[in-house]
RNA sequence: GGCCCCUUCGUCUAGCGGUUCAGGAUAUUUGGUUCUCAUCCAAAAGAUCGCGGGUUCGAAUCCCGCAGGGGUCACCA
């Protein structure tokens, strides 16, 4: 049996968004699961587009994301080179076969020759055939103008590994050009030799391909190739209408989410999920299970929508199962500057303390902010309390004064701090939501905070008693 | 305009002729978990399965129309 080869195969004009990378995770899926190879091509066929560190950057978001791949420009690998300029030779040999078999012409016209006969037909409301103005004796082809295809108009039956039973009309098969006056191939014909040079047995791309996919069995069969197994998948939309996600309208880069604290793995299994369901109600899949249980024929036919708030949920959920040590590990940078005093036990505790109420670690900051360094007294927390704006000043210091006393004797401990807060809520007579709501205000000065007890332990003594001192010098 | 694809709760989806007056998740709302926020647990609300015909004893599921959305008709991929 043929091993599987997959790949992906973008071009460095930019960065990589949601969209783009699920086809490179559900290309990686096939081949982990096949026990295949998956391959990382670069096609750069086309210099203007061309964007600056654009192939760092796709390395590196394939990386992030756990995507490695077995064969690649950077890696090399038995089918070297894995970027389509440097494997010109390649499609001129190909090309050659085709002229020399009848089926690639040189295109006669100037660019806006063939522009007028385009908009002829548009002006005619006819889609645009280039074959309908094949010269009759073309001249030999010497390189400097475009080199077209011959094609052979006729009907096409073929199976799609995602959208099923597929069928066009020869009214969509034309001349299509193979290689460009600056002796760059097209897509269109550079990826159908690339694929069957580097023994590619899957192909999974975007929907934009598919009306141009009854060309490319045309061609396959021009070129005496065995088309490999094709797998259209739908767009991703953009969350708030039907259009596809584009760069255009904000799709954001994959390592945009990385850099906000979207861990890897949460991102992994919200892409995989968009579009893509084992069939049964589990909604959360970790790598592993993905590779088991991907198969192209439960991908939806339809394009889902983007929603970030389900990613958000996939994140925190992530996130709360993370071991204390590994929290650590991915989410220390992101906690403010002030934190950089403390010393990794105080920090992993905050961290576990806020673990549970963490969407993402962009978050930290705000979240943990009081736990490094004292906020000025906001009156604001008691004005706009519903139970405590009703009490008058001194009878907050009376309350906060007795809460002081209490913990002051205690040795901090999460136990020992429950317990002396316990009896005083006895002693007082007051309901946790007057007592503790202001010993948390004070001790906080935040709007939200992890339970009051546990706050206090980590706070330590010297720290609460400073606030409560400082709280009660304003009241 | 031609051709092609798609159409189930706001969103992601299950469903592949009867066990479904459509199930799960998320989001929303409410209640509970000694304070806040969150977690967790309950519960509520939310889809005449795009519309109209047919086939069938029976259709979200099969067929045909229509509508809406998307893609494509580049010397871009």
Redesign the pocket.
Known sequence: MMTTRTRF???P?GYLHVGGIRTALFAWLLARQKNGQFVLRF????K??EVEGAREHLIKSLKTLGLEYDEGPDIGGPFAPYT?SERLDSYKKWAKKLIDSGRAYA?P???EE??AF?DE??AA??????RNHRPENPPVWDGT??LRFKSDPKSYDWH?EV???????P??I?D??LI???G?????F??IVDDAEMEITHIIR???????T?NYLNLYEALGIERPAIA?V??I?G?D????L?KRDGAKDVLDYVRDGFLPQALVSFIA?????D???Q??FTAPELIEKFSL??V????????E??L???N??YI?GLAIDDLYQQAQQFLPGEADTYDENYRKAVLGL?Q????YFAELPQLTRFFFIDLPVDPALIGS?K?LKKLESTELKNLLEQARAAIETSDFSVADL??R??TL?ETTGQ???????L???AT?Q??????????LAVLGKETSLRRIDAMLASL
Not at 125 to 130: A, N, Q, V, W
Not at 241 to 244: Q, R, S, T, V
Not at 356 to 359: A, C, F, I, P, V
């Open positions: 195969a973008p071009s004009t096609e750069d066929t086309d203007k587009r389509q295109d016209y100037t660019p063939v522009q385009r037909a548009r409301k006819k889609p645009f055939l280039y103008t475009p799609d959208m099923g039973d597929l069928h066009t009309g009214e969509v034309d299509i050009v460009k006056s600056d760059y191939p097209t897509y269109n550079a990826h975007g929907q934009e391909f598919i009306a141009s009854p259209t739908p767009h939309m969350p209408g039907n259009k596809k584009s999920t968009l579009g893509w369901n069939g049964t109600t909604e959360i024929d439960h939806q036919r339809s394009g889902a929508r983007f929603d708030q389900r958000t949920w996939i925190g959920h709360r806020v549970e109420r963490l969407k309390h139970q429950t317990d807060l316990n809520l309901k946790p939501a007057v007592l503790f709501s010993v948390r205000i906080t935040a709007p939200a905070s992890p339970g009051l007890a546990e706050t």
